[in-house]
Every structure is written in C-alpha cells, then in structure tokens.
C-alpha cells in the first residue's frame, strides 16, 4: 500500500461559504448558521439586560437607558430578521430532517430530480413567510408609531 | 455516543423556541400591529407593561421553559459549529464540559431572575405603577 | 435546448503536483483542437499522450459506470468521463483533484478515509441465519415495494464527489459523510438486512448523520442520482423513532421455500447435476 499519505486538501470553512457555482439551499445552510450564532450572542447579553427588572422600576429603567438610540434600534431589527429567517428556515429544516418533503426513494431517470427539487417549493414559501416578517418588523420598528 | 438524543432533543427545543419565542417577538416588536399582552399604553419596554408581565404565573414559567429551550438549542448548536472545526480530543472534553457548567449558570441565574421579578411584581399596586 | 457555441479549441488548465519534485501544486495549460462529443477524460488523455506524459488521474470505464474519475472540474465535483466540454459552457477547463480528500499526486486523491467510513457502517447484508446465507435453500422473499425503498442508494458507484461537496466534510475529517451514510442506510431499508441495531451503535455518535445540516449539494453533484441528502434524512427519521421507541422493526426478509408441487411445464428439460459437494439438490 502506499507510504505517502498525500497532500491536505480539505476545503475547510471556504467550503462552508460556497462559490457561487452552488446551489441555493447551500446558502440557506450558512445563513442559517449565521442568524443562529447571532441569536445566540444576542441571547446571553439579553439574559443580563433583562434580569434588572427583578430590582425595581429604578433598575429596569437603567438597564433599558444603556440599550436605547438608533444603534441599538437598528441592531434589535436585525435581531428580528435573524429571528424571522432562523424561525422559519428552521421549520423547513425540521421537516426535511425528519424525511418529510423530501420524497419517496425513486429510480433514478436522467435529467434526476433529487430531494433538492422536491423541497424548493418549501423553501420558496419559507423565504416568503420570513420576507413577510422581516416586512411587518420594519413597519414596526421604524414607520409605524 | 449520545448525539441521537441530544439531536432529537435539539429539533423539540427549536420547536418550542419557535411558539414561545415567535410569541414574545408578537409581544415586543409588532406591538403596534397586533398588541398583545400590551395592557398599558406606550412603549412594550416600560415598566408599566413589564411589570404586568412579571406578575403572571404563565409568563414567570413560560420565560423559564423558553430560557431553558433556547440555551440548550443555542448552546448545542454552536458545540456542533465549533466541534465541525475538528478540535482534539481532549479540547472537545474541555469544550463539552464548559458548554455544559456555562448552560447551567446561565439558566440557573436567568430562572432566579425570572422567580425574583415575579415576586417582586405581585407586591407592586395594581396600575399605581409610575408611568 | 438552447444551441450552445461549439468551440474550436479548448483551454486545459490542469493543478499538478508532483509530491518527489516542487513540493506546492501549480497550475499548467494545455491547449488542445476541439473534436466531436469531447469529454474532459478525452482531453486529459490527449494531454498525456501529446504534451505531458506525466499527468496522473484515476480512469477506468470512461462511461459513467465504475467511479474512478471523480475531479473537481470548473468549480464543481464531476466525473470526468461524464462531463462533455460543451456543457461547461467555456472553453476553459480547470481540472483539479477532489477536494476534502489528500492529493496523492496530479489529479489523483487519497479515497481512503471515506473507504474506513464506509466500512465501518457494515455495507453489506447482517443477518442472524448463517447457515441460510452460506448454504441457500431458496430466495429471500422481497416485495417490489420493499426493493424501491433502497433501490435508488445501490446506484452509488463510490466516486467521491458528493463527499467533495459536502460543506460539513469539508472542515470535519471525522464525518462519516454522505457517501457512507447512504450506503449505511441502504442496508437499514433493505428489508433482506437485520443489521439495523449494529449500525446504530456508529449511527448513535459521532459516526452518525447528526452533523448534516441539508445544504444538499451531496444530491445536486452526484453523476447517478443516488440522492445520498434524502437517504439522510430519512436516516435520521429512523434514528429519531428508534429513540422514541417508535421504530417497528420487521424480522429480515424469510427465505422463501421452493413451491412444492409445481408441475414442470412440457418440453422443459431437468436442471443440470449439482457440482457443488453436499450442497442440497434441486
């Protein structure tokens, strides 16, 4: 057997960015990834901030004076948008991670429809309801009083 | 050996995360849309609001269980990022470990939290809070 | 189907990389005269017998069928007997080994490790009754039903491209990776196998398909529809039920007896004499 155990060649995180010969779900994958880790650092501040209110008006009021202006309005919409697309990408990754809107097993015939057809209209309507959502938060975050 | 269940319990969290969260992004950001649970005029955040919040036994347990849903979703999820990384071993034991004493801080110190503000709530006058 | 340009010459541009000479991989070119219905094998083969005699690549059947030639061929994880020059589109062909996978030299990679995955997921029939398998006494029974379940997965011809375009493999060498996950549940659906509570003792861990996120390029490359994504999911589907202890396990397929007092048809002459040994006679 061979000695020489070759040259590394792994993609590493590149590969988890694409390359724009990908497909679309490919960039689901990574958004998803990164509204998640956004989530998550947002989360264990908001644990913080929020557990003020357990001392009082006074100290409520405080905690929220450190987390008002336009930086942080802005910064909480795009809480939201994370959120929105997190939430409901994350339905169509339940679904498909249990087996369901994937299909049936099928003889391969070329041109092959692959499970990733079979799901695109999901991800379609996911992408659609979190646009909806990512709308009506930006009425109510900035236009509606 | 034990990722089968700790996947499986990943996915319900996210689920439940998915109710309680989606309910509180209802409550504070589309407030102006749909106001629920909103029974003082004014901003979601003023202590009006807040403190009505805090008097409720559903919300009191319901901010527990989404604490505890979001940090065990939150926090297995990036182990699984950061584990994809391929770290050693015994970096992995180390990083488990702290995922797991960390997730446990944080939810025994958001609970308490959570158990205090009500207590606190309930001995506030009704409505003569300042607003 | 739009008439795509045909072009007169094509533009190789190959990674090579000679592991005894220059230690770092580089790029060369090649240009070659377009001919008829050329595939980027027939073009490296060109390139070797005219301008580099030692360009290195796995080949074999040259028609789709035996998974040798698997590169990373202008961005994406093809074979390299399947991919025509006119689908690409340019006439500029970067050829480079798979990724995810050691270069062993020029376009050739270092399969191995998806191999030891493969393995150890058990990729063959696990069943109690030995004496059946070894000493037959008829056919396991199988539904057409039952065949569909897996029948898609056994198409897979082990090329490796789907592992190059997994994103989890690309940063996780300890991921089994959907070629052997695939394989793995081809067995589980195969209702001839009892192997399912074996595999789960890999499939349970880190061995298992825990750290698939649906990114769904293993199904979009692979050249014969195997559609390793799904066979995945439903993978995971299995694992989540076992948990919940909501799996219904059906005992592996009987081995059916031969129908006694069939009447041979007329003219239909008697089979052969066994020449096996104590094998049981027909």
């Known amino acids: ?26 960039y689901l994958y990574t958004l998803h990834r990164l509204t998640g880790l956004g989530l998550l650092a947002y989360f264990l501040l908001h644990i913080f901030v929020t557990a003020a209110r357990q001392f009082g008006q006074e100290a409520w009021q405080q905690s929220m004076a450190r987390v008002t202006g336009p930086v942080f309005t802005l910064g909480e919409y795009l809480v939201f948008v994370a959120f929105a697309f ?19 097993p099928i003889e391969p015939v070329y041109p092959y429809r692959t499970s990733v057809d079979v799901q695109r209209p999901l991800a379609v309507v996911v992408m659609l309801v979190a646009a909806v959502l990512v709308v009506l938060g930006g009425l109510d975050f900035f236009v509606l009083k | 050996m034990r990722d089968q269940r700790w996947w499986t ?31 003082h005029p004014g901003h979601p955040i003023e202590w009006a609001n807040v403190v009505e919040r805090a008097k409720s036994g559903f919300f009191m347990v319901t901010y527990i269980v ?63 809070a300042a607003l | 189907m739009a008439a795509t340009t045909i072009p007169t010459e094509v533009i190789f541009r190959i990674r090579r990389f000679e592991p005894l000479g220059n230690a770092e991989p580089h790029w060369e070119e090649y240009r070659l005269p377009y001919t008829a219905g050329m595939t980027v ?64 030299r020029d376009l ?65 060498p300890t991921y089994s990776g959907p070629m052997p996950l695939g394989q793995g549940h081809r067995y589980n659906a195969d209702t001839r196998d009892g192997g399912f509570k074996t595999r789960k003792q890999q499939l349970a861990g880190e061995r298992g398909p825990w750290r698939c996120h649906y990114a769904g390029e293993c199904s979009r490359v692979c050249p014969k529809g195997v559609d390793p994504a799904k066979a995945i999911q439903l993978m995971k589907r299995e694992l989540v039920l076992d948990y919940l202890h909501l799996l219904k396990h059906g005992c592996p397929a009987k081995a059916m007896g031969k129908p006694t007092g069939a009447k041979r048809r007329d003219g239909i002459p008697d089979a052969p004499a066994r020449t096996i040994a104590g094998a049981p006679s027909l």
């Not at chain 3, 020059?85 to 050691?102: G, K, M």
């Not at chain 3, 150890?120 to 539904?143: C, I, K, M, N, W």
Request: include cysteine; proline fraction near 5%; charge should be positive.
């Open chain 1, 1 to 26: 057997m061979l000695d020489y155990k070759g040259r590394p060649n792994r993609l590493g995180i590149a590969g988890w960015l694409g390359g724009g010969r990908w497909g679309a779900e490919r």
């Open chain 1, 86 to 104: 997190h939430a409901i990408n994350g339905i169509r990754l339940v679904l498909i991670e249990l087996g369901f809107s994937v299909g049936r």
């Open chain 2, 9 to 39: 319990w990943h996915i319900a969290a996210g689920a439940i995360i998915l109710v309680f969260l989606g309910l509180h992004m209802v409550i504070m950001h589309l407030d102006v849309i749909f106001r629920v649970f909103n029974p």
């Open chain 2, 66 to 128: 989404l604490l505890g849903a979001a940090l065990f979703h939150g926090l297995y999820g990036l182990r699984t990022i950061l584990f994809e990384l391929n770290p050693g071993a015994g970096l992995k034991k180390t990083l488990s470990l702290l995922f797991v004493v960390g997730g446990l801080a944080l939810f025994v110190f958001g609970a308490w939290a959570a158990w205090a503000s009500f207590q606190f709530a309930i001995t506030q006058p009704a409505a003569a």
């Open chain 3, 41 to 104: 094998l027939d073009g490296l083969r060109r390139i070797k017998e005219t301008a580099s005699p030692a360009l290195a690549w796995r080949s074999s059947c040259r028609m789709g069928v035996c998974g040798s030639c698997g590169m990373f061929i202008n961005g994406r994880p093809r074979l390299a007997c399947n991919t025509q020059i006119t689908e690409l589109n340019t006439n500029l062909v970067l050829v480079a080994p798979l990724p995810n996978f050691n270069t062993v």
């Open chain 3, 108 to 172: 050739v990679p270092d399969l191995m490790p998806m191999f030891d995955a493969h393995i150890a997921l058990h990729p063959h029939l696990l069943r109690d009754d030995v004496a059946e398998q070894y000493q037959p006494t008829g056919e396991f029974f199988q539904s057409s039903h039952e065949v569909e379940q897996y029948l898609q997965f056994s198409y897979c011809i082990k090329c490796g491209c789907c592992m190059a375009a997994c994103p989890t493999y690309a940063t996780d």
